[in-house]
C-alpha cells in the first residue's frame, strides 16, 4: 500500500479475456467480403438466366393473346356456331363472301374515316342489312378503338389470310420471327393459325 493514497479494498489485477465467451468460427457469422462475393456470384447467374426465362414467358404471353384474336376474327368472320339467334352470324353469312380486306368487318363504307387510306383489291361500300331478306353488312363484326389494332398480331405485324391452293381456309399471324413461313429470312415454322 502507498502511503499517501489509503485505500479500502485492495486492487486486484486480473484480466477479463478469460471470462468473455468464446466463439466458434461457426457462430460468428458472415464477413462482408465472404456477402459481396456471394451477391456477385448470385447477380452472375441472374444474369445469364433471367433474360432467356423472361423472352420465353413474353413469347408465350403474346402467342396466346394472337391465338385469342385470331379467334375473335374467325368468330366475326364465320360467325358463332353456339348462338343459335340469328343477332350476330358472321360476315360470310351475312354478305355472302368472305371479307376482301379485315376492315370491312369493321365498316360497310370502307371509303370513309379512318378506312380511306387502306387499299386492297375489290375496295367497295358493302350493302346495307335487309331485314326481310337477312342479308347485308349486319355489323361492326369487330370493335373499332380509331387505331385498328385488330389489324395486327401482337408482334405488329399485319394478320393475313391462309390460302392454300387459292382456297381460303383460315387466318394466320407470321408468329414471333415475324416473318411468314415460306419468306425470305424465315428459318422455321413459328406461323400461328387458325382455320375456318
Same mark, same amino acid.
Given at each position: $500500500?502507498?502511503?499517501?493514497?489509503?485505500?479500502?479494498?485492495?486492487?486486484?489485477? @486480473? +484480466?477479463?479475456?478469460?471470462?468473455?465467451?468464446?466463439?466458434?468460427?461457426?457462430?460468428?457469422?458472415?464477413?462482408? /467480403?465472404?456477402?459481396?462475393?456471394?451477391?456477385?456470384?448470385?447477380?452472375i447467374?441472374?444474369?445469364?438466366?433471367?433474360?432467356?426465362? /423472361?423472352?420465353?414467358?413474353?413469347?408465350?404471353?403474346?402467342?396466346?393473346?394472337?391465338?385469342?384474336?385470331?379467334? $375473335?376474327?374467325? @368468330?366475326?368472320? $364465320?360467325?358463332?356456331?353456339?348462338?343459335?339467334?340469328?343477332?350476330?352470324?358472321?360476315?360470310?353469312?351475312?354478305?355472302g363472301?368472305?371479307?376482301?380486306?379485315?376492315? @370491312?368487318?369493321?365498316?360497310?363504307?370502307?371509303?370513309?374515316?379512318?378506312y380511306?387510306?387502306? $387499299?386492297? /383489291?375489290?375496295?367497295?361500300?358493302?350493302?346495307v342489312?335487309?331485314? *326481310?331478306?337477312?342479308?347485308?353488312?349486319?355489323?361492326? *363484326? /369487330?370493335?373499332? &378503338?380509331?387505331?385498328?389494332? *385488330?389489324?395486327? &398480331?401482337?408482334?405488329?405485324?399485319?394478320?393475313?389470310?391462309?390460302?392454300?391452293?387459292?382456297?381460303?381456309?383460315?387466318?394466320? +399471324?407470321?408468329?414471333?420471327?415475324?416473318?411468314? *413461313?415460306?419468306?425470305?429470312? +424465315?428459318v422455321?415454322?413459328?406461323?400461328i393459325?387458325?382455320?375456318?
Amino acid at each position: $500500500m502507498d502511503a499517501g493514497f489509503p485505500s479500502l479494498t485492495p486492487v486486484r489485477l @486480473e +484480466s477479463i479475456i478469460p471470462h468473455m465467451k468464446r466463439t466458434s468460427a461457426k457462430e460468428r457469422g458472415w464477413s462482408l /467480403v465472404e456477402l459481396l462475393v456471394v451477391i456477385s456470384i448470385l447477380g452472375i447467374i441472374l444474369a445469364f438466366f433471367v433474360p432467356p426465362i /423472361v423472352g420465353r414467358i413474353t413469347t408465350h404471353a403474346r402467342r396466346v393473346a394472337t391465338g385469342q384474336a385470331l379467334r $375473335m376474327l374467325r @368468330e366475326a368472320i $364465320m360467325g358463332n356456331p353456339d348462338v343459335q339467334d340469328m343477332v350476330l352470324t358472321g360476315f360470310k353469312h351475312d354478305v355472302g363472301r368472305l371479307p376482301r380486306h379485315l376492315i @370491312e368487318l369493321a365498316t360497310d363504307d370502307p371509303f370513309e374515316g379512318i378506312y380511306a387510306k387502306v $387499299m386492297y /383489291v375489290g375496295k367497295e361500300k358493302l350493302p346495307v342489312w335487309d331485314p *326481310y331478306l337477312k342479308k347485308g353488312w349486319n355489323g361492326p *363484326y /369487330v370493335r373499332e &378503338d380509331g387505331n385498328m389494332n *385488330y389489324l395486327d &398480331d401482337a408482334w405488329r405485324v399485319p394478320v393475313r389470310f391462309h390460302v392454300e391452293d387459292n382456297d381460303t381456309l383460315g387466318l394466320k +399471324s407470321a408468329g414471333p420471327d415475324g416473318v411468314f *413461313y415460306g419468306q425470305p429470312g +424465315s428459318v422455321t415454322d413459328d406461323d400461328i393459325r387458325v382455320l375456318f
